[in-house]
């Protein structure tokens, strides 16, 4: 076995993906182990699996940094290293910004609730971050300072549905309501867009006439527990190569031998 490489995880819930990468770092089954998981949610029940494995962890609060910019946006505090009009230039998270209004208010909070996000993670090593259903979109200011080499991205994310169809945040219903045959999950880099960064990897699994909807999100999990693994030992090998697109084309990722 070689080196094992540090991954820290970012969860907004019950943690079920963040439970599959933890047992496949125990096993043995990716040359991994985890070194931090973080939270937005101070109710995640996922923090109860990070206590039981002894993982470091932390909460930053996004709702309450959130509410404090709605009771005193002239006064509420932004990192010092934050350029507003950077960020929003190179969002691509809200159509039609024009940087007053909400989208002010989207990108000051979260480039706020971000830098306490970065303080947190800044006492870990890490050499991959993976989101296992973090619930937050996260901005240029986030992604650019983990993201410093930009042909080596490392934030990966899993999402329910087989993309480019269904981004947004409810892949498996999406799936289900358009009458899909067959469903399937997505680990991809993050870019500035939502849930549009380079491919990794895809699993599938046909949606049978009976099924409801938890039937579909019960069958697309059980995808997802392997599928996160196994693009996490992809990475952990040095095997993602990711390849520009055209211009305005989509980047994709090669899996070398
Ligand atoms: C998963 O379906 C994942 O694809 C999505 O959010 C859900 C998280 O589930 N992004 P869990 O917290 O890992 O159980």
Same mark, same amino acid.
Not at 41 to 46: S, T
Not at 132 to 135: D, I
Not at 193 to 196: A, K, Q, T
């Given at each position: 076995m070689g080196k094992k490489i540090r991954i820290g995880a970012l969860i907004s819930g019950g943690g079920t993906n963040l439970q599959a990468i933890i047992d496949a770092c125990e096993s043995g089954a990716i040359d991994a182990e985890m070194a931090f998981v973080g939270t937005d949610?101070?109710?995640?029940? @996922?923090l109860n699996r990070a206590k039981k494995h002894g993982i470091p962890q932390f909460v930053v609060d996004y709702p309450a940094i959130i509410r404090s910019y709605r009771d005193d946006p002239d006064g509420f505090p932004l990192p010092q290293d934050f350029d507003f009009a950077e960020i929003l230039a190179k969002?691509?998270?809200?159509?039609?910004?024009? @940087?007053?209004?909400k989208a002010a208010a989207f990108i000051k909070t979260r480039a706020a609730a971000e830098a306490a996000l970065l303080r947190e993670m800044s006492v870990f090593s890490y050499d991959l971050l993976v989101l296992?259903?973090?619930?937050r979109n996260l901005t240029p200011y986030f992604i650019d300072r983990i993201n410093t080499d930009p042909a080596n991205p490392r934030i990966m994310n899993i999402h329910?549905?087989?993309?480019?169809?269904?981004?947004?945040?409810d892949g498996y219903g999406d799936t289900f309501r358009y009458g899909c045959k067959v469903g399937g999950c997505t680990v991809h880099f993050i870019d500035y @867009?939502?849930?549009?960064g380079p491919i990794i990897g895809q699993r599938a699994f046909p949606i049978l006439a009976d099924y409801d909807l938890g039937m579909v999100q019960k069958k697309g999990l059980e995808q997802e527990w392997l599928l996160y693994p196994e693009c996490i030992q992809y990475f952990a090998h040095g095997r993602l190569k990711v390849i520009p697109g055209e211009p305005g084309a989509r980047a994709t990722v090669k899996i070398t031998e």
């Open positions: 949610n101070p109710d995640a029940k @996922g969002q691509n998270l809200l159509e039609d910004a024009d @940087g007053s209004g296992a259903g973090f619930m329910p549905a087989l993309l480019p169809s269904f981004p947004g945040v @867009g939502e849930d549009s």
